[in-house]
């Protein structure tokens, strides 16, 4: 909703707005700084409107799930370069034909797990 500040509407002076000003040019700033009769928006009314309204939680796999994922998907990996070193990676490939699917930072043994399931999620999202 697009509001004009006016003698008859208050909000905090530290209230942030999206300010909208002349040429249509749009910025953040305090309620406190606007003139007369310039036109804002709330900014957290501007959120309320742009967040999605239902937020998909992470979908939970059990290890049978990524166990056969990688057993149907031909899936090896190699470990490549040290932890310390800080330029480790997981290099995910598929056994039959021998192409790299994928690489993953590696930090510890953890990261091949997530590493899998960043692949199960991309082939998710491709169909």
Partial sequence: MIHEKTHG??????TIVIAIGKNNCIKEQYFGH??????YILRD???????PEEIETPKERSKSDILDFMINE???WDIIGHPSEGD???EF????TSLIISSYPYE?????LEGLEFIMDMKELLG
């Fill in 45 to 51: 009314e501007l959120r309320e409107k742009l967040e």
């Fill in 34 to 39: 606007l003139l007369q009769g310039e036109k």
């Fill in 93 to 96: 490939y598929n056994d039959a």
């Fill in 108 to 112: 510890d043994r953890r990261s091949v």
């Fill in 74 to 76: 031909n899936i090896s």
């Fill in 9 to 14: 509407v208050f909000h905090h002076p530290e």
């Fill in 88 to 90: 480790a990676v997981v």
